[in-house]
């Protein structure tokens, strides 16, 4: 029997109703309230998105061919150590060029033994190694692994990003992969000054190496930032972009570094400290104790920063970066060098800034339409129904705060896509209570008593209500799996609508109308 609801069903549905109302409560208190009445309570009120709060919204896409380079520079590295292990095969020349790596040893002798050694590398799925028609190595990427890379990319891009936010100190981040190649990151209640600077901290890549410095070299011989001999010619803004030729293996990486933290240097100018691990230390004791006299670059994306003289060794694993930093460069610096580098630049796809304002009557539009919604429904469902419209009216009420409820205890985020479900599952609630009420009408001219009709209407409509919400759940779940953003969001808050709708327009309300039917014994049904 439909309309017979045992005594633990009872239960369940009342404690299910109690759950979705407190869950809801923290929504109707302010802050003051929550805090005096609620604090046990862990549930927050809905956060509210950008397109309601106001905001920030950036997109941020990897470039693809800076990532290939990097990831070059970082290979032919590998390589230089592969070639100089024993026995050497000493090499003349060695150089990222465009898509591959180029390497040219000293004896043509020595090619198959070299090609033979590099292969141990990596497999034959990352990496084709041949030798050319002039002779030379040429070392590439398969698109296979390249497609990898920028997979492995994007994640790390994305830890990178969060823990730059995090560092920043701003409210309610959000950080979150978009599609396969972006980093979308949104931040309540940013004006359009605080993301210009938030985007130069997280655009910049934050690659920070220290190479020796070729005073050797001839400048007229290099082109800025082509690679050549192994050695590249980089601008030193700390001598007003005057060139010079650093060595491509570096000395120490961003990699190496423990901390970093803004100071003050001997002349009281701002600077950044650091601390380097380890094996990081080793590897620049050793270096600087090798090279007493000598100049060695450090280089932040392609720029020198400084490029002092080593006077003695620096074994200690700790020092300063120099530079003509303001206060505030020096701060994002140490916020980049602490969060680690990106494994290539980050572009702005897309920026948006949302005004409070604007939100703020975004916020009035959605609770009206809601409010005005609710309405005209409960007077078209009461007008029609009569008194099992009422039972539908109430249904509804319930069927938004369990919503709401629902949404709150998953701590999901309301947009203006979001208000649209509500609404939208708010109709749908309605339409399977017209279905059943139908049926109530067309089982009740048949000649049947109160009970047996809506015993029928509710039995013969119930196949149509569960394939309805079986199309919509599956319309919601791919949504949720396939889209973005305000899609995902009108999805989510779809799915959940669902349920509630189930859960309220069906079995709440058959719940109140079979307390009805045994308490008052009607004679005829009001429809």
Known sequence: MLLRFEAWKVTLLLVTLIAGILLAVPNVLTEQQRKDYIGWWPTQPLKLGLDLKGGASISLEIDPVELRANELRNVNRQVGDKLRETPLIPVRERNPEAEAIIVRVADPANTQRAIDRLKTLGGADQYTIARRADGAIEIKFTEKHFKQLQVNAINGSRDAVQRRIDKVGLTEPNVT??????????????????????????????????????????????????????????????????????????????????????????????????????????????????????????????????????????????????????????????????????????????????????????????????????????????????????????????NMVMMIGVLSGFGATLTLPGIAGILLTMGMAVDYNVLIFERIREEKKAGRSPMTSVEAGYEHAMATIIDANVTHLVAAGVMIGLGEGPIRGFAITLGIGVLTSIFTAVIVARWMMSIWLKTARPKWIPI
């Open 177 to 398: 992969k978009q599609g396969e190649t972006r980093v979308l990151v949104e931040v309540p209640g940013l004006d359009a000054k605080g993301v210009t600077s938030l985007v130069d901290t997280l655009t910049t890549t934050g690659v920070l190496t220290f190479n020796m410095v070729d005073e050797k070299a001839n400048i007229a011989d290099y082109q800025v930032g082509v690679p050549r001999n192994n050695r590249v010619a980089l601008p030193d803004d700390s001598e007003a972009g005057k060139l010079q030729v650093v060595l491509l293996d570096a000395i120490i990486t961003g990699s190496d570094l423990s901390k970093a933290l803004p100071a003050f240097d001997q002349n009281g100018g701002n600077s950044i400290s650091f601390t380097l691990h380890g094996p990081g230390a080793q590897k620049f004791g050793k270096a600087s104790s090798a090279n007493i006299g000598r100049r060695f670059a450090i280089v932040l994306d392609d720029h020198i920063i400084s490029a002092p003289v080593i006077q003695s060794a620096i074994t200690g694993g700790s020092g300063q970066i120099t530079g003509n930093f303001t206060q505030q460069e020096a701060n994002n610096l140490a916020i980049v060098l602490n969060s680690g580098q990106l494994p290539a630049k980050l572009q702005v796809v897309e920026r948006r800034v949302v005004d409070a304002s604007l939100g703020a009557d975004s916020i009035r539009a959605g609770v009206t339409s809601s409010i005005v919604g609710v309405v005209l429904v409960a007077i078209f469902m009461i007008a029609v129904y009569g008194l099992l419209g009422v039972f539908a009216v109430a249904a509804l009420l319930l």
